[in-house]
């Protein structure tokens, strides 16, 4: 399975419906999100990844608001464990770095605590409720020897070993 990775620069014309129709499979269908709160105004000031698969339809994606917050990380159903979220994380914490951030923060779902923990991410204060799902804020200290976008992009899978099942 061939894969197109993108990053997507703010205000750039980039596909952010894309993103957006993705993230609403995946926030308001699966984890019943409110759609107005799924659909807040930040999307243009935001880099977003976006990952294809080779028929052209979105199967990751995140974005990084300009004050240095990753959000509305959401990987497609069937193409989760895989590796992906991973790659869009680190794509947007080599963003962040370049545009001189030296940390990073996030509201992680309690779900996904042990992804981000994973990825270098500690709790940074207590647990709250946002959209009706429990989140833990969690940041993380950004590596500035760490490889930039160019390079992540270069070193990125450009297939996956097998198409998931459907
Ligand atoms: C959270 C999410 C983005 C992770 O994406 P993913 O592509 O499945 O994650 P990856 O395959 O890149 O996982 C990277 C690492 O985290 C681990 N991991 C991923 N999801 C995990 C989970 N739910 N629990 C524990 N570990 C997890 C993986 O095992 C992997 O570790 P490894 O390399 O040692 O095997 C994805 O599960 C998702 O879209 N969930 C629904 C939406 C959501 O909750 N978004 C987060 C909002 S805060």
Known sequence: ?????????????????????????????EQSVPEQVERDERDADCTHVLIRDEAG?????GRLLPEG????????????????GRIVLDL???CALA????????H????AVRFYTAAGYSRCGDDFVEAGILHTPMDRTLDPQSP????????????????PAA
């Open 1 to 29: 399975m061939k894969l197109n990775i993108e990053v997507i620069a703010p205000r750039s014309g980039g596909d952010l419906a894309a993103c957006r129709a993705l993230r609403h499979r995946v926030f308001v269908d």
């Open 99 to 106: 545009a001189g951030r030296s940390r990073v923060s996030l």
């Open 92 to 94: 947007l914490q080599a």
């Open 108 to 111: 992680a779902q309690v779900s």
């Open 148 to 163: 930039g976008v160019d390079a992540l992009l270069a070193a990125a899978p450009t297939h996956l070993p097998q198409a």
């Open 57 to 61: 339809a979105a199967i990751a994606t």
């Open 69 to 84: 917050r990753i959000g509305r990380m959401a990987v497609d159903p069937v193409w989760r464990r895989m590796g992906l």
